[in-house]
């Protein structure tokens, strides 16, 4: 399952607009070449940053990969034996094998309810195939995130679904996983804290956690109820965004009251028509994966005794939420750290652990990666779905230009 990125991203915007402080190609002019000086002045910028983005666009596999190989070749071993782990893997019986596999192919349709739901029109094969694709990309490229979204426009370009529609299926989605990812951790402090005899911190913090959320849901629910509101709450994002930038130096961002009021304008329609059933397949499809990495560490051992289901849960959600930005491709090597650590360090067995978790990522991780692979070739054989751009029928629930 793979949610697109809220926030900014390097490839153009969907609706051809330039952004915020993005500057236009120059144009031709009739009074004649620029003074040589100027042209210097202009080429010792871009030769300066040259270098600076190569080193970027090398140094983020090489990250990628220093994680991964310390994570595997190292951590691993020197948290418990491999031949330990192994074995807890395969004493699973097949039946305990078949309830996890069957759980994995669940949480792999799950977020194709959450695409139907955000984008009308969209049938669920063309869903399987979005999702599969760019999930794919997003756990085997670095920044695959972005790229998976370049992916998923031009697959519904191809099926003749507009920009617009476009945009507001990948927004709402990637919002409404946004609060998911938010407010799982804050319910599972809740519940670990209501669990027993809750101790001061543990109340204080799931306290906080859901004013925190409830605040976040009554903004959101402000910005939708006018057009003045949207507008205001943009401006103050502004204002907050712009004074958290300049102690760093970087320059103002500019636009978002705009931005604000047309996310609004796109959406309202949409999200009045069906908020209920967005929102319950998006926890659908979170609790989904939550439930795969469950399942795995009860066929391996790892009873309630040792982790209860809301502990699973609390290490679960954090682990998330921590790897929300895309340091590895798929979070690959720090979110077993993550989920290794925190679940032996709630009782579990270290081996047992460490073979859940394992298992828990090749079902949610490796495999979509052949999955999709397979989607993207279909994509790029199969005919049959094509239309010309724009050309999709249209609805009601969301404003179309083109």
Do not use: C
């Not at 940053?49 to 071993?77: C, D, H, M, N, T």
């Not at 309810?113 to 984008?119: C, R």
């Not at 712009?242 to 047309?262: E, H, I, S, Y």
């Amino acid at each position: 399952m793979t949610s697109p990125p809220i926030g900014r991203s390097d490839h153009p915007p969907p609706d051809g607009t330039a952004g915020a402080g993005v500057p236009a190609p120059a144009e031709s002019s009739s009074a004649g070449p620029a003074p040589a000086a100027a042209d210097q002045a202009r080429e010792a910028p871009l030769k300066q940053r040259r270098p600076k983005s190569l080193l970027r666009r090398v140094l983020s596999p090489l990250i990628s990969l220093a994680i991964v190989v310390a994570v595997f070749f190292y951590f691993i071993p020197q948290f418990a034996s491999i031949s330990d782990i192994w074995a807890e893997i395969q004493a699973m019986t097949w039946r305990e094998i078949s309830v996890l596999t069957a759980a994995a192919l669940w949480n792999l349709v799950t977020y194709w309810f959450v695409m139907v739901a955000t984008m009308p029109g969209l049938k669920y094969r063309q869903a399987a195939v979005v999702n599969q694709t760019t999930t794919a990309v997003s756990n085997t490229i670095p920044v695959g995130s972005a790229i998976g979204i370049g992916v998923s426009y031009a697959m519904y370009d191809s099926w003749g679904f507009s920009r617009s529609r476009s945009s507001v299926g990948l927004t709402i989605a990637g919002v409404w996983n946004n609060f998911a990812k938010l407010g799982m951790p804050v319910v599972a402090l809740a519940l670990l804290a209501l669990q027993a005899t809750p101790s001061t911190g543990r109340l204080f913090g799931a306290l906080i956690g859901l004013g925190l959320l409830v605040a976040a849901i009554v903004v959101f629910g402000m910005l939708l109820h006018s057009h003045e509101a949207a507008r205001r709450i943009g401006l103050f994002m502004q204002r907050t965004v712009n004074a958290l930038l300049k102690p760093l130096r970087r320059g103002p961002v500019q636009g978002w009251d705009r931005a604000t009021t047309k996310f609004r304008s796109r959406t309202i329609l949409l999200l009045r028509a069906r908020w209920l059933w967005i929102t319950v397949a998006t926890l659908i499809s979170h609790l989904s994966l939550y439930l795969v990495l469950l399942i795995a560490l009860r066929q391996v051992g790892v009873s309630e005794a040792e982790v209860n289901w809301v502990e699973v849960l609390v290490v679960f959600s954090f682990a998330r939420l921590i790897t929300a930005p895309p340091i590895t491709p798929g979070a690959v090597g720090i979110i077993e750290v993550l989920l290794i650590t925190g679940l032996a360090a709630a009782g579990g067995d270290r081996p047992e652990v460490a073979a859940a978790v394992l298992i828990y990522r090749a079902l949610t991780y490796v495999l979509p990666i052949p999955i999709g692979a397979f989607t993207y070739l279909f994509w790029r054989r199969n005919k049959s779905w094509r239309r010309e751009p724009g050309k999709a029928p249209r609805t009601h629930l969301v404003p179309e230009s083109v």
